[in-house]
């Protein structure tokens, strides 16, 4: 049976890779297994584009969990460093979602890119029977700027400082425990500290921040697969090997609580808000000292070698084989029954 979860990257070069549809002059790049975004040329302009599912998860309240579901695709054109600009979304409900319902999603939808100054400029909505939650459509973002000002995740070079925003399980502690309070065994204040990092989620800031202080070289967010797999993905689609001191990632409170109650290993569990970022040292003091200056804890992990893969405190370590966040909830979602 196939397993939950992103694609690996054998079955993306085996089924994906070669069948892209026409070639066009105007790609300037098209997917990559690990890479976030695509990039189209539009005369002077660029074009950074994303497309990631819509989650609705209505334990978390529909107008929380609207916000939640729109922040990760945005983040995902947010790493390219151009300011998103333009939104399309399709929702496929579930028949019984109400109005009132889909009205705290959209008008989360709407502040969040309100704020962000992005436009949705078109979108399909309709209820279908055999839908259902948490899945419920799909979000493409669009971000247009000047090409010259993109950030790709595969620009890591040797010699970069590499650095990283909240660290590991920062979402799935979050989450996990603000879905199923009652089966989490920790103290009420721990809990309630552990259950308040889903509202650290957020990496778009701190992407547009990092990329206006310059000096960086690649970036990407650390989703399924966790900060172990996004530090992969990351080296393997720059073609360098990533060292990493664990004592330098900073930890968010409550996380590391969480995950040992759930039984859940922080360095595979997903963890939307976290950044990797490759830095020229010339411009780390810079970068921390912007993300600093939001509130974002930020640690200088490591270093960008030649080479390939990860080292982890003087180990070799390999690509995570899935997300440890997804059995724990389908465990914890069992138990339910």
Known sequence: ?????????????????????????????????????????????????????????????????????????????????????????????????????????????????????????????????????????????LAVGDPDDIVYPDGARPGDDLLVTKGPAVESAGLLTTLFPEEVDLDPETLAVAQSRLDDTDAIRDALTASAAGGVTAMHDATEGGLLGAFHEMAHAAGVRLVIDSDRVPIMPGVLDACEALRMDPWRATTAGTLLLAVDPADTDSVVSALESRGTPVGVVGRVEDGSGVVLDGEATTVPEGDSSWPVYERLLSSRD
């Open 1 to 141: 049976m196939p397993r939950t979860g992103k694609i690996s990257e054998t079955f993306f070069r085996e089924y994906v890779a070669e069948r892209l549809g026409a070639t066009r002059d105007d790609v300037r790049r098209g997917p990559k297994h690990g890479v976030d975004f695509g990039v189209i040329d539009a005369g002077d302009a660029a074009v950074a584009v994303a497309t990631d599912p819509v989650s609705i998860l209505p334990s978390l309240g529909f107008e929380r969990a609207g916000r939640f579901a729109v922040q990760v695709p945005i983040a995902d054109v947010a790493v390219s460093g151009l300011d998103p600009s333009h939104l399309a979304v399709s929702f496929s409900l579930p028949p019984e979602m109400t109005d009132d319902q889909f009205a705290a999603v959209w008008r989360a939808f709407d502040a969040e890119c309100a704020d962000l100054g992005i436009s949705v400029v078109t979108g399909h909505t309709a209820r279908y029977e055999g839908c259902s939650f948490p899945w419920v459509g799909a979000v493409t973002v």
